[in-house]
């Protein structure tokens, strides 16, 4: 992988701009001791690319923005698997046709900190066209219901918050970090 990233200072706060791209290979022996794979071999060219700003509101409060587009290469079960998968006792099938997915990414934010003390909430939703999704089939192999790789779709939206209250500040300091996320 090669990748950059550029922050550029300004009186107000910062803007960052971040690339990324990668060769990927994802390969399946068909290793026989493992038969739920299929031998195969895929190459991949995934790129990402992200833009951010943070604005200094007030002191000790920050305003923060990313707009992203990303993409993933597959991994070899998405690609080769099938077979038995025994902790889903499911049938898997993998989709050798899939292709890199692809995601545009929004999050905003706000952020506090005062010494050992911090808050900071996001809002964020990330638009798929294509989502590596493994989807019911409605049919049963060997007893095992069956579910197959495809890409779908999909939207994801949601939460995160954290912060961190400084308990104990002296020689020794102990802090209390909390943390939650909701995802629909």
Not at 85 to 90: D, K, L, Q
Request: charged fraction near 20%; avoid cysteine; hydrophobic fraction near 40%.
């Amino acid at each position: 992988a090669l990748f950059a990233l550029e922050e550029l200072p300004l009186s107000w706060g910062r803007l960052s701009l971040g690339a990324r791209t990668e060769s990927v290979d994802v390969e399946s022996s068909g290793n026989p001791l493992v038969a739920r794979f299929i031998p195969a071999k895929r190459s991949f060219s995934p790129g990402s690319y992200a833009l951010g700003a943070l604005w200094n509101v007030v002191p000790n409060w920050k305003l923060t923005s990313h707009l992203a587009y990303s993409e993933r290469a597959p991994k070899d079960y998405e690609l080769f698997a099938d077979g038995p998968h025994i902790a889903t006792n499911a049938y898997e099938v993998g989709n050798s046709n899939i292709a890199l997915e692809r995601s545009t990414n929004l999050d905003l934010g706000v952020k506090w900190k005062q010494g050992g003390h911090s808050f900071a909430l996001s809002a964020f939703v990330n638009q798929f066209d294509n989502y590596v999704s493994l989807e019911a089939t409605g049919q049963t192999v060997d007893d095992l219901p069956e579910y197959a790789y495809t890409q779908v779709k999909a939207k994801f939206s949601g939460l995160e918050a954290s912060g961190n209250v400084r308990l104990l500040d002296g020689a020794q300091t102990l802090d209390l970090g909390l943390r939650a996320d909701v995802v629909k």
